[in-house]
């Protein structure tokens, strides 16, 4: 089962040839053990999904998996 934290990424594959999947901040949870939904805020649009329950073609990314970023 999926388990996500605040600040995590949340990225969403395509599943059309082509199309360019989506990535989004977990912004807010539902649930203490992480699990879905998700509010989520996805950058490419700059709008919010209150309650995101991620599919087969979703992964995790957590914020502690993540490099820092150089300033």
């Known amino acids: 089962m999926m388990r996500a934290s605040v600040g995590d990424?949340?990225?969403?594959?395509?599943?059309?040839?082509?199309?360019?999947?989506?990535?989004?901040?977990?912004?807010?949870?539902?649930?203490?053990?992480?699990?879905?939904?998700?509010?989520?805020?996805?950058?490419?649009?700059?709008?919010e999904t209150l309650c995101f329950y991620p599919g087969p073609d979703a992964r995790i990314e957590h914020s502690w998996e993540r490099l820092p970023e150089s300033p």
């Open 9 to 47: 990424r949340l990225i969403v594959e395509s599943i059309h040839r082509g199309r360019a999947g989506r990535v989004g901040i977990v912004m807010a949870l539902y649930h203490t053990d992480g699990s879905p939904p998700y509010l989520v805020r996805w950058l490419d649009e700059e709008r």
